[in-house]
């Protein structure tokens, strides 16, 4: 993103939100109570926007959500991340308003939504397929939500205008949403959650229909929105991917109860679980290696060694000591499979009962192990976290 | 909007002022009319001993099945490779032909079976045309035997036939067959391994709608047949008009609906398993030559291997077993269609006969059988009374089946078959122990022979198509939409109005049609409930044919034909141009 774009972004913003939202954004100074920076220097002043007591909803027998608590601050992007059946589309639909909890409380602002419907909610949600009404023209949807707010006529074209502006999708006004591309319709389903301004923002899967670099591009289209809106916006995803490079916090769920939640540094960095550390990226489950794995901590009960695959490395047998070999641990191993992957090669070297990965940067002069080799790993014992089993 | 918060947490609730008209007219009388018919509270069979022991009830009862089985059977070996050709054929070919289809299906059966009485009768186009070629000296009895009973019955269950058929191959995934090719498969082999079992559910549920019309509808076999080649349906309406004695009509019905059961549960069976399924399979390919292509299908599948490999060249080549399907299929539909439509040609011409009894060809050219058609109070004032009743059915039942459509597509699935079974139960059972069944229940309300009362028999007929329809509309309908609505502030009558409704309106304007359509043409329940005080246009046309034959019907019956086109264009204007194509050529233009 240009410059020049960005700032005409702020231009197009300013024009539709000319007083609530204009300290958003790089150029703004951070004073306003939406910042999120100010929320990440002081979390205990500012008063959670969302607040999930000890929520469970069952359906018959089948527990979808299990006494769950979690506090979203104002302005964050959270993400609930789970493989599907983990409940965290529940959780998103209990926050909606479209699933009632069957014990606890959810709140907003300090206020209990039990009974309030979702059409009360105010919330801005942008759907998994969309929800784009097929017999309304874009322009129709973008305005349906300031219709039920009662909004006129000629300020409901004029906040049209600049949406559709901000999305890049000007000369699409009258499409039906049939005629637009995947992306495009993402876009219109963002821009008309947004379009309201409601306080919160809520992704149900927004990219798991697109293609890969579609993705990776709307992922920095959300971003910068959600820099620019400030909105407090809960996000559900499978996609691990997504989840890094989106969120300020983390939820991982799984079987309706959260396993961990932190900033996506920390999950990926110091996952409690083992099932954390499998989910986000890939693992090393340090156990049948045949030896003791050694660290610079000491190793609580009930917990396993694990070890990322780019942190360990991979060279001949012959090859002489580092420098730092009194901080590193050792294992021979033989070659049992290498995957190449463009800017990266992938061994699997199996130690005693244990098959490692090894992620290795391709760069030249480097040797290639081939298929039985033998080879020798090596790792920081500082790197070797200790995860729950 | 307390009470629509309510309803939005129990749906089903939607579906019961359906579910209560329907008790109260049918269900509840038809529980007392079981009872009845076991002498309750004493219970005994002897109503059944006393019907089955009549020989001459034992020769209707298996006539009735023995006609109702060769139409039905008739109609699958003409409807499968109609519809096998229509599906294959190019899209807008297969839009005209199943047009084609339709019209007749939406044509009074009245107006096709008196066509059937011109084209067959003693001086009807075939005598004559034969008389006129000399090949016969005098005009042959080709009316009023078992063979005009089938060729009227399968020419109006044809359409009912075809539909299913091609609705379920239409799904069928085309690249499955040329996958069973590229194994080697030979199109006669790929169509029997892979297509037709894949079909099977259209031909099951293609023969059971057929086969039970066929056995509680009798107006056709009436007509058409002699008077060896009563149906039981017959000899029940009968007595419901002369003697009505309950205990014995209550056990004939019972009877009937008994067969109905039992023949439907042997069929549903024996075609969903996959094992005794060749029977009736082999039965709907005669028209192809049956010994030869059976054995063809056996020996193709020996030399597989060598065929294998010869996979790729199979592929791209067109197939010279097929070009012979470019001719035959074509000749045969067109065979199928001009029997389906030629019948209505015949009655538009009769209609303008100059001629003072029925002959074909008319003699002479007038439009005295209109004049006599608007010029008498009689006919007249039955079709007004008949758009009146349809009006009302079309409303009431409108409402009544969209609002079961909406709340059973909301309820748990369970709940959701079994009151879909229920709401379905008087279109999916013989129309004459409908019949029977409302006759009663409009006693206890004092409403028959009132338009009301016919207005009430119609509507739970009618209401089963609108909720089918709607259903089948609400099922392509994806309930996010309604949450986004409602994330957007939409209240729950909002979102109803403003997303919900615009969405499924084609499913309900065509349930709509399709209710104004069976409350125009239905005559078996309304001759039993009419009490002989109201005369609807079928019940007009009815008593006309089967006394006098005076061509007005003709002049009725042609006006009858050109509704099903208005039908089609109002289904056309609903359903095609709801699509959303219009607006690219304006944003187009405006970009």
Redesign the interface.
Known sequence: MSDSSVLKKQNSLLKIWPTTHATAGATATPSGPSHLEDDRLEPSSIPAQIEFRSVTKTYGQATAVNDLSLSVRRGEFLTILGPSGSGKTTALMLL???VAPTKGDILIAGKSVAAV?????????V???Y?????L?VRRNLE??LE??GIGAAERAKRVDSILERVHLR??D???P??LSGGQQQRVALA??LI?DPPIL?LDEPLGALDRNLREQMQGEIKSLHREFGKTTICVTHDQEEALTLSDRIVVMRAGKIEQTDTPETLYDRPMTRFVANFLGEANILEDLGFEVESDAAQPSGTVGMIRPERVCIAATGEPKRADADRRQFAIGTVDDMIYAGPLRKYNVRVGDSLLVVRQHVASGQQIFRLGDEVKLDWLRSDVRFVAT | MQLL?RLGRLPVLLAFPALGVLLVVFGIPIVRLFLTSLNAPEFSLANYQMFLGQPANIRVLFQTVEISAIATFVCLVIGYPTAYVMVAASKPVRMALLVLVVIPYLTSFLARTYAWIVILGDTGLINNLLLYFGLISGPLQLIFNRMAVYVGMVHIMLPMMILPLVSVMIGIDKSLMSAARSMGARPFTAFWRVFFPLSLPGVRSGSLLVFVICLGFYITPAALGGLGDAMLSTFIAAQVQTSFNVARIAAASFVLLAIAVVVLSMLGLDLSGSAPSGQIARKSWLPRPPPFGALKGKFGELPMPYRAKRWAAHLYKAGGEERWLKIVGPAFIALVMAFLLFPEIVVIIMSFSAGAFLEFPPSGLSLQWYRSFFGDPAWYMAAWTTIQIGVAVTILSTVLGTLAALGLSRAAPQARRLLTMVILTPITIPVIVVGVATYLGLIDLGLVGSQTGIVFAHTIGAMGYVAVIVSATLANF?R??E??????????L??FM??TL??IRPGIIGGAIFAFVHSFDEVVITSLVSGFSVYTLPLKMWENIRNEVDPTVAAVASLLTLLPVLWMIALYLTWWR?R?QV??S??EA??
């Open positions: 909606a308003g479209f419907p979702a059409y009360r909610r105010d919330q801005g949600i759907f998994q397929s929800a784009l009404f097929p017999h023209t349906f939500p039920m707010r000369e699409f009258s499409r039906m049939s005629q008309r959650a309201a809520l | 918060q994806d996010r939409l949450q986004a609505a409602q994330s957007m502030r939409a209240g729950p909002q979102t403003r997303v615009p969405l709801s959303p607006n690219l304006i944003s405006k970009g």
